[in-house]
């Protein structure tokens, strides 16, 4: 994630020194900023996730955050196809490749590509070079296998109870060919002859992935339950890996015996469902974009201990390959990427093509082929980017238009860096042209504008090595305006409908304290200073409310009324950014409040007097409204509210003239009488009924 870090108080200064100082020159800049720049603000991208957002040509980002020179590819489009699903060397300075629609097989050779082959299928998913050079097809759905030879292709087995052929391998030194299918889970030993046996049958309904170990051995691994598999014996199997996923995708054994597989979490109800899906429909808005989920990439030793080397959250994978040194490559499904494992075991992103997944990979000791789908293109691998290598940032937002200040980095090498601005979330022809570039850390030219992009080049320095940028901001200062004042006395709770409450029965003891909050819309998120003052209406002089040494900064305040006298207040709220902005930048902004009572005084019982079973008498208040009046029993708890003679608890004073038949018990009895007001201040009297 990219940081975006303030220095505008002396505490993040120290903090942002702390962390990114490069030397004495460095602090001195930090300082400077600090000191006459106050706002300012930095995008600092030092990690891997910082790094990956952009466009990566010829460059390879591992997860620590170091962009180095990567593969530098080529591009040859396939405009037959959309997806790409396998490839073969034919080891003639040609290949061929299966396609997801039609189920094509098309050659590519001296760069160009043609249809060679049209299978009747939907997708052909695996070719294997097999017995005599003849080549062995898989395709789907169908379970049927063919060959193809001297440019003709011929149907060859059928297997049976198999409706997908997802991957097939061959046992060269032991001559046997070997088909992972569905929707039974059937792994098929295929000889010469075209004699097929069921070698293995497991409790799952696809076998996806499959390859041959130096001792003969077959790796397999399985949808929908994502197990890898191992053979022991004809009909024997043990399970190498349990991955707790919903599909194995790829298995590749080195020469020296270690495995490797690709495993994914897909979500949707059947991966494999999906996989065929996507495999077959046409045009990027339909096809393999829909298609997302975690990818994980397992390495097991020849002494069998399982070693998670990639585990992606973001990305599934769609492929698989060893190189000839036996090191791992993945192709992802959503970013369309070429990922492999540096040490200690960190992702390194190698290649960035711009297509979205790349579903196949073709490593061999004559060449190296990336390949790609939605759409469809073949990518050579003409090596190692060195001085063609090109890093472009993602668009970084300052949120408002900005100046940009002096542009830093970290580099084992020289890089050439450059910049451009503009207001638009993608860059468009009103965004400004590449600066000059900078050989060494220096002010950015680009003009004011709200989004930045950075580029760095090793034209320089192939193998230099770029670990850290940082790009210093300070954004147009906006006010903050107050939208909205509430004062909330505790005592007085409004219901959700905004109605207050009147009448009773009063639970919550009277209070002086009024809770004050205020709703600011701070637009470039300055830290704001708050001070407020109050005046009561009919009075012109507006009192400060703060203790003249407090500096408040949340938009919230309890306010002590306990030494005002009654009566109806506003309060003023004034929102000023200085804090973080020099005088000459400051703004402020103010708001009134709507009324606030201020009430710590109880009403008074008058003229109560109990004639007959009539109890007459009224409450008043200084401020008012009266909210309640209820009589009880001399030393009981059983107060019953009594109605005021026009019916509404509206006026500072209430009469009330209740007839108590039925309520008090008749004969001479000692009555209590209580009043509140609005404030929940309460008066009790008692008075002699006979």
């Not at 004699?195 to 691994?221: C, K, N, R």
């Not at 990027?284 to 080397?309: A, F, H, N, Q, Y």
């Not at 980095?409 to 009103?430: I, Q, V, Y």
């Not at 954004?475 to 004062?487: F, W």
Request: aromatic share 6%; with cysteine; hydrophobic share 40%.
């Amino acid at each position: 994630m990219i940081k975006v870090k303030p220095i505008g108080s002396k505490l993040q200064a120290r903090v942002r020194i702390g962390i990114g100082a490069f030397g004495l020159a460095s602090v001195v800049f930090f300082y400077a900023v600090a000191a006459t720049a106050v706002g300012t603000r930095r995008f600092v991208l030092d990690s891997g996730d910082d790094f990956e957002g952009g466009d990566l040509s010829a460059v390879a980002v591992d997860e620590s955050g170091v962009v180095r020179a990567g593969f530098d590819l080529g591009q040859i489009p396939v405009d037959v196809a959309t997806v790409i699903w396998c490839a073969l060397d034919r080891g003639d300075q040609s290949v061929l490749l299966g396609t997801g629609n039609e189920g094509k097989i098309l050659e590519l050779k001296n760069g160009r590509i043609r249809v060679v082959a049209e299978t009747g299928a939907m997708v052909v998913t695996s070719m294997v070079d097999t017995w005599g050079g003849e080549i062995v097809v898989g395709a789907l759905p169908g379970g049927k296998l063919r060959k193809f030879s001297g440019g003709r292709l011929t149907d060859w087995v059928a297997l049976p109870n198999a409706d997908d052929i997802w991957q097939l391998a061959f046992d060269r030194k032991r001559g046997v060919l070997y088909a992972a299918t569905g929707p039974e889970g059937k792994l098929y030993r295929i000889d010469r002859d075209g004699h097929a046996t069921v070698e293995m049958d497991v409790p799952e309904p696809h076998i996806l992935s499959v390859a041959v170990a130096p001792d003969g051995s077959v790796v397999f691994g399985t949808s929908d339950k994502a197990r890898l598999y191992r053979t022991t014996g004809a009909g024997r199997a043990t399970v190498l890996y349990d991955f707790e996923r919903t599909e194995v995708r790829g298995v590749a054994v080195a020469d020296d015996g270690q495995i490797y597989a690709i495993a994914n979490d897909i979500k949707t109800t059947s991966s494999v469902a999906a996989h065929r899906s996507s495999s077959t429909k046409n045009g990027p808005e339909s096809s393999t974009t829909k298609l997302k989920g975690k990818g994980m990439l397992l390495r097991i030793g020849t002494d069998l201990v399982p070693e998670v080397l990639l585990d992606d959250d973001d990305e599934h994978f769609t492929s698989l390959a060893l190189d000839d040194r036996g090191h791992p490559y993945v192709g992802t499904g959503v970013e369309g990427r070429l990922m492999t494992v540096g040490e200690p075991r960190r992702s390194v992103i190698v290649a960035d093509t711009d297509e979205r997944q790349v579903t196949a990979l073709l490593f061999t000791p004559r060449l190296r082929l990336v390949l790609t789908s939605d759409p469809a293109v073949v990518h050579p691998v003409r090596g190692q980017g060195g001085t063609n290598s090109v890093w472009t940032s993602k668009v970084f937002d300052a949120n408002l238009r900005a100046q940009f200040g002096r542009l830093d980095w970290e580099s084992t090498g020289p890089l050439t860096l450059s910049t451009r601005t503009g207001n638009t979330s993608e860059p468009d022809d009103t965004w400004s042209a590449w600066s000059a570039p900078l050989r060494a850390p220096g002010p950015i030219t680009s003009p004011k504008g709200r989004f930045i992009q950075v580029r760095a080049s090793w034209a320089l320095d192939g193998a230099a090595a770029l670990s850290r940028v940082e790009i210093p901001f300070v954004t147009d200062n906006q006010r903050a305006v107050v939208t909205r004042i509430d004062a909330d006395i505790p005592s007085r709770k409004k219901s959700t409908s905004g109605i207050v409450a009147s009448g009773g029965p009063i639970t919550e003891p009277p209070t002086p304290d009024v809770n004050l909050d205020w709703t600011v819309d701070n637009p470039d998120k300055d830290t704001l200073r708050f001070r407020l003052y109050y005046k009561m209406i009919g009075t012109t002089v507006w009192r400060d409310l703060l203790p003249a040494d407090e500096v408040l900064t949340k938009s919230s305040y309890k306010w002590d009324t306990s030494t005002l006298p009654e009566g109806r207040y506003r309060v003023r709220v004034v929102a000023s950014d200085l804090p973080a902005n020099p005088p000459d930048r400051a703004t402020s902004d103010e708001l009134v409040s709507g009324i606030v009572l201020v009430d710590n005084t109880p009403p008074r019982l008058v003229d109560l007097t109990v004639k007959g079973r009539r109890l007459r008498g009224r409450a008043v208040d200084g401020l008012g409204p009266i909210q309640r009046i209820e009589v009880t029993l001399a030393g009981k708890n059983d107060w019953v509210p009594l109605r005021p003679t026009d019916s509404v608890f509206d006026q500072a004073s209430e009469a009330f003239d209740v007839d108590l038949g039925g309520i008090i018990p008749s004969g001479r009895q000692l009555l209590t009488v209580r009043a509140y007001d609005s404030a929940n201040n309460s008066v009790v009297r008692s008075v002699q009924a006979f």
